[in-house]
């Protein structure tokens, strides 16, 4: 079970939001909304690394074991943030290894083709990802955070950048891979249609 008990973020001494707990089971998402500034994508970074002038409070427990702040979730989770973030000198399938690296690398060339396939890539592994539309880049960047099987995956809109119908089987795989896995999700989003059918869902509220 992945637990936050009474979690907020200071920015300069000031709390962004009212302390909130939560227990997501495996397989579970849990989904943080909230008005624009609250918090939420500063949250996201604060439980994977240390930033200046941001401190994170409260509890985090990964499977019983409270987590330690100098290494946070970075080594068990991935992120896909709202910008795609991706190496222009790289092409579409080194990008997505690069979440790989503790993987023999004779398993990245099926694992990447896999997800380019299933989320609607087939074939361009060898293409340059700023040649892409943003939506599909968005959706490598999806890849590049499902590839290594994560502990903890922390979605910040990762579909904000999608059509309708892109959205719907992107969060099929999305939400797919977390349930087969048993792992850890935790996604912001300003639209109640990109929740899961399962799952807490919690709105930010602000410091009083």
């Known amino acids: 079970m992945l637990t936050l008990d009474n979690v907020s973020v200071k920015r300069a001494n000031s709390l ?3 302390p909130m707990s939560c227990a997501i089971k495996p397989g579970e998402i849990f989904t943080l909304q ?3 500034g609250r918090g939420k994508s500063t949250l996201l970074h604060a439980l994977i690394h240390e930033e200046p002038q941001v401190e994170l409070v409260g509890q985090v427990t990964l499977d019983g074991q ?4 100098s290494v946070r979730l970075s080594e068990c989770a ?3 943030f709202q910008d795609p973030m991706l190496f222009s000198h ?3 399938g080194a990008n997505i290894a690069l979440s790989m690296h503790r993987f023999p690398r004779s398993e990245h060339e099926c ?3 896999t997800l380019l396939n299933q989320l609607g890539l087939d ?3 060898r293409a340059d990802p700023f040649r892409l539309s943003r939506g599909q880049m968005m959706r490598v960047a999806v890849a590049r955070a499902l590839a290594p099987h994560p502990r903890v995956l922390l979605l910040d809109e990762p579909f904000s950048a999608l059509d309708i119908e892109t959205r719907e089987y992107v969060k099929t795989v999305l ?3 977390i349930k087969n896995d048993q792992s850890y999700g935790i996604l912001v989003t300003h639209h109640a249609e990109d929740r899961p059918s399962e799952g807490e869902c919690i709105c930010l509220m602000p410091s009083l």
């Open 16 to 18: 962004l939001f009212e």
């Open 34 to 36: 909230g008005e624009s």
């Open 66 to 69: 409270c987590m330690d702040m």
């Open 78 to 80: 991935q992120t896909v």
């Open 90 to 92: 790289l092409s579409v």
């Open 111 to 113: 694992r990447v083709n």
């Open 123 to 125: 074939g361009m592994a």
């Open 175 to 177: 939400f797919g891979q």
